[in-house]
């Protein structure tokens, strides 16, 4: 019987994390775009016509993609940019890419800044970015020009502390950070399969509706990809999977039509289990000084003065699981930290930490 295209959507190669296997990331990829281009012709009906009329272009994004990393492999960092900044450009001038149009209150649920130190207090600036005057200890991340100081941030304290690799809970430090009135601007890499598959295939439209969002992460899906990779090697000082995201994030500081890139965390298990938005975000600096931090930067986001499990236990202070917003059951809802296990987000530590940090107020440096 013939798939439906909702059914065609629903299919592994659309999947996003994805993971290599023992092949090298060059020839991993090419294996899921040939895949991803197949399944993109069995589309039907107004969707098959629209996307057949976008193979070529989506095939030259391939190309541009391909070969970026390619280049970047051979030793031309600066070749490798240029051609996926053509790659961007492509999408960016016919609308294509997830970026805010306009300044927006765009982040009105709280942020999370964590920090790990074993000292009994932290002041506000020490939950900011690395000054400038360290910056050497800016490592490579997924988002990561190396030595350039970024300001990383996620939806929720369990994010935090997923992306630190589950560090001691009693050498937490954590913020929270308000971005609601920093007209920042954003690209959106942060929109999964499923949250697609619900807005333009439900039930009652299996042959697809919201074409005008459907088409355009369609042609941008193979950046996506590309940028979506869970490291194979996490041990490794290079991970060949960071490549194209520290290219867009290149990108995001020299072209300035945005100011950081929102994105899915890819250290939360895939489970029925978590429930969540489980975003990142990253913002680089601005504006480069001597030492400090960036100026523009204290100016336009809030944070809060940081607390610590450790102390909370120690002075007395009761960490009590309250009635959430729903806003707050979006960003997370329930969590698997014991395998096989599902824990309401309220009454884990996280949850009450962040309850806690509602009733502390959020200043610029």
């Known amino acids: 019987m013939k798939q439906t295209n909702a059914e065609i959507f629903s299919n592994a190669i659309f999947s996003l994390p994805k993971q290599r296997d023992e092949k090298n990331i060059e020839d991993y990829l090419n294996i899921v775009y040939n895949d991803y281009l197949s399944e993109l012709k069995k589309f039907d009906g107004d969707l098959g016509n629209q996307v057949k009329s976008k193979i070529p272009f989506i095939e030259d994004q391939i190309t541009k993609i391909k070969a970026s990393l390619a280049s970047y492999l051979k030793g031309f960092p600066s070749l490798a940019y240029t051609t996926l900044s053509e790659a961007l450009n492509l999408l960016d001038n016919i609308s294509y890419l997830p970026i805010q149009k306009v300044d927006l209150n765009t982040f009105n649920s709280p942020f999370y800044r964590v920090r790990i130190s074993n000292n009994k207090s932290l002041k506000r600036e020490e939950l900011f970015h690395i000054p400038f005057e360290i910056r050497e200890k800016v490592s490579t991340q997924r988002y990561s020009i190396p030595g350039l100081p970024c300001l990383y941030l996620a939806d929720s304290i369990f994010v935090c502390w997923e992306e630190l690799g589950r560090p001691d809970i009693n050498t937490f430090h954590v913020a929270r950070a308000d971005l609601s009135q920093s007209k920042l601007k954003f690209l959106f890499f942060d929109t999964s399969p499923n949250e697609i598959k619900k807005k333009c295939f439900p039930t009652k439209s299996p042959e697809g509706k919201l ?155």
């Open 211 to 365: 074409l005008n969002l459907l088409i355009p992460y369609l042609c941008y899906w193979p950046i996506l990809a590309a940028c979506s990779l869970i490291v194979k090697k996490p041990n490794e000082v290079f991970k060949p999977e960071y490549i194209i995201p520290q290219l867009l994030l290149q990108w995001v500081v020299s072209d300035q039509k945005v100011d950081g890139v929102v994105y899915k965390s890819n250290r939360i298990k895939v489970s029925k289990h978590n429930m969540g938005t489980f975003r990142n975000v990253v913002i680089p600096v601005k504006e480069i000084e001597a030492k400090g931090i960036c100026p523009q930067l204290k100016k336009k986001i809030k944070l809060t003065n940081p607390i610590s499990y450790q102390l909370l236990e120690i002075s007395g202070s009761k960490l009590i699981a309250k009635k959430v917003d729903v806003s707050d059951l979006q960003r997370a809802m329930y969590i698997e930290l014991i395998e096989g296990e599902k824990s309401t987000y309220s009454e884990t530590i996280f949850g009450k930490l962040e309850d806690k940090l509602k009733n502390i107020q959020a200043k610029h440096l």
